[in-house]
């Protein structure tokens, strides 16, 4: 725990079988909420994931009580810490896909990419036989991403098949390693199994993602450029982990910089400028009054539950 920062966020996953998913929810919920913890765990027949908030104790506590579930005992989780509690609810979901590539054929836990330390990240991706591809979505990647990558430009992670079948031969021409990342490190898992699926064989990913290089690799050492877009509502984070510069358009969910909030197209919780053409006057109506209840309930001192977290 940091001293100067009371809430432990934990981003985790788990590729594991579980028979009855559905099952797991209740017991799962009732946990959560016991212990005073927020934000989302998402549960399938291929395993769990999600980022979850509380106090250093109930966060140590949850994370036993998850280890302990069938085939989940190596959990992976990154820590990082916030001022307050970065999400508004709990939520305990079921799900087809714990991460959704609608590809029902991959399998991560029979074959994925080659684990990368952060440590050793920058030398992969110096080396000129390395093609480098950010698996996240473009209202992630607008925000930062690794010196010379690629970025698919996908509004969904079901993009990513179709995007890398369109364009294989550009990426891998005079190139043999294929190297990924993504925030936390369960896209890479399904990313990478499917490039071995489809024939590629020098697949890497980076160990931990974006996070973990960001905590572990010194900023004058450091590759990344920007801040790391994350669904809560801290919404972004640099080096060292340290709560970033962004904050959240409530109307089209895109994080939005300084110039941004600076923009005549700029009304808080109702428009932005990636979204002023995009609403009508109707919508934004609907988002001027849910503002208007939004600030009357900060007002009072209460969370509004209208106000959803980061993310799409």
């Not at 590539?101 to 990240?121: F, K, L, Q, T």
């Not at 994080?255 to 919508?283: K, M, N, T, W, Y």
Request: glycine share 8%; net charge negative; charged share 30%.
């Amino acid at each position: 725990m940091s001293e100067a920062l009371p809430i432990t966020v934990a981003a985790l996953y788990r590729f594991a079988a579980f028979a009855d998913p559905a099952s797991m929810r209740e017991p799962l919920f009732a946990k959560c909420e016991e212990l005073g913890i927020k934000g989302t765990l998402l549960l399938a027949r291929e395993g769990l994931n999600g980022t979850i908030a509380g106090t250093d104790n109930a966060i140590g506590a949850i994370i036993d009580h998850l280890r302990a579930l069938p085939d989940c005992a190596d959990l992976e989780v990154k820590y990082s810490y916030a001022a307050k509690m970065p999400f508004i609810r709990l939520k305990v979901r079921v799900k087809q896909e714990i991460v959704t590539m609608g590809e029902p054929d991959i399998d991560p836990r029979a074959s994925v990419g080659r684990y990368v330390s952060p440590e050793d990240w920058n030398a992969l991706i110096a080396d000129p036989d390395t093609v480098v591809i950010d698996t996240r979505n473009d209202y992630e990647t607008a925000i930062g991403t690794f010196e010379g990558a690629v970025d698919p430009h996908t509004a969904s992670f079901r993009d990513f098949p179709a995007w890398f079948r369109e364009h294989r031969d550009d990426l891998l021409e005079g190139r043999k390693k294929v190297a990924m990342f993504c925030t936390g490190g369960i896209r890479c898992e399904k990313s990478t199994s499917f490039l071995r699926a489809e024939g590629v064989d020098e697949v890497y990913h980076l160990k931990g993602g974006i996070l973990k290089y960001l905590e572990t690799v010194p900023e004058e050492e450091s590759r990344w450029q920007g801040e790391c877009f994350v669904f809560d509502e801290r919404v972004a984070v640099g080096h060292g982990l340290k709560q970033g510069d962004y904050t959240l358009c409530r109307a089209c969910r895109m994080p939005l910089d300084a110039d941004d909030r600076q923009s005549p197209d700029f009304a808080e919780g109702v428009s932005c400028p990636h979204c002023i053409g995009d609403r009508d006057e109707a919508q934004r109506a609907r988002y001027a009054e849910r503002q208007k209840q939004v600030e009357l309930a900060r007002k009072r001192g209460v969370g509004h539950v209208g106000v959803k977290p980061p993310g799409r």
